[in-house]
């Protein structure tokens, strides 16, 4: 399988040798080069055409107009966006601007490989900590699917998320799910929230019916079971 190139883009060293640390020990990506502004990272794209861009916009030498300019001229290219805890209005700028996935640089290790891993393949992620922020604003992030920027394709569940969905179809609680899956149950509950982004629905509830429907588990499952 050929490898996902990746383009690092920050002005802060640690930042790049943190991620390029990070990347190092994935299998089937590869860094093809780093950037400390908007400039180069136009440049190198155009140069090296990487599956996925990893930026800290908010970071110095950069902005959202690049973001913009990426998803214009460089349509195949994805983008994650890593930075520091910001304003979910920040959040919804970048979406609007063709942030493919968005997660906080204080996000866990697994966190962050997970979502180098989807939106390298094209599927967006949204760390745990991003959806808190938009809850407590009061934000529908199911309007932000509806953005023209945002690709159609992006509600495909990895592998991960449908070994989590199936576990909470069979009842079992995120703590529970963590022991069985060898996760934390912070990590756990960030595959629970883009589960329910992802499918469009509220509660648990919509989860068992999307594993029913899509045959995951079996409805015989429900029927002797008390109300």
Do not use: W
Request: glycine fraction near 6%; include cysteine; charged fraction near 25%.
């Amino acid at each position: 399988m050929k490898a996902k190139t990746i383009i690092i883009a920050d002005s802060s060293t640690i930042g790049k040798i943190g991620l390029n640390s990070v990347i190092s020990g994935m299998s089937n990506v590869e860094v093809v080069g780093e950037v400390e502004n908007s400039h180069e990272l136009l440049n190198l794209i155009k140069d090296k055409a990487p599956d996925l861009v990893v930026i800290d916009f908010l970071s110095e030498g950069f902005d959202i107009d690049v973001i913009v300019k990426i998803k214009r001229d460089f349509i195949r290219t994805k983008i994650l966006a890593v930075t520091p805890m910001q304003s979910s209005n920040t959040f919804i700028h970048a979406m609007k601007a063709g942030v493919d996935s968005y997660i906080k640089k204080s996000c866990d290790l697994e966190e962050i490989t997970d979502a180098i891993k989807s939106t390298s393949k094209g599927t967006s992620f949204f760390c745990g900590k991003i959806l808190e922020e938009i809850r407590k604003a009061s934000i529908k992030v199911d309007d932000l699917n509806n953005v023209s920027e945002i690709p159609c394709d992006a509600i495909e569940l990895s592998k991960r998320e449908k070994e989590v969905l199936y576990l909470i179809a069979e009842g079992n609680t995120n703590t529970e799910i963590a022991s069985i899956l060898f996760l934390s149950s912070h990590t756990v509950t960030t595959h629970r929230k883009n589960i329910m982004i992802k499918l469009g629905v509220k509660n648990t509830a919509g989860i068992v019916m999307y594993a029913v429907k899509s045959g995951l588990v079996s409805p015989n499952k429900f029927l002797f079971q008390a109300s």
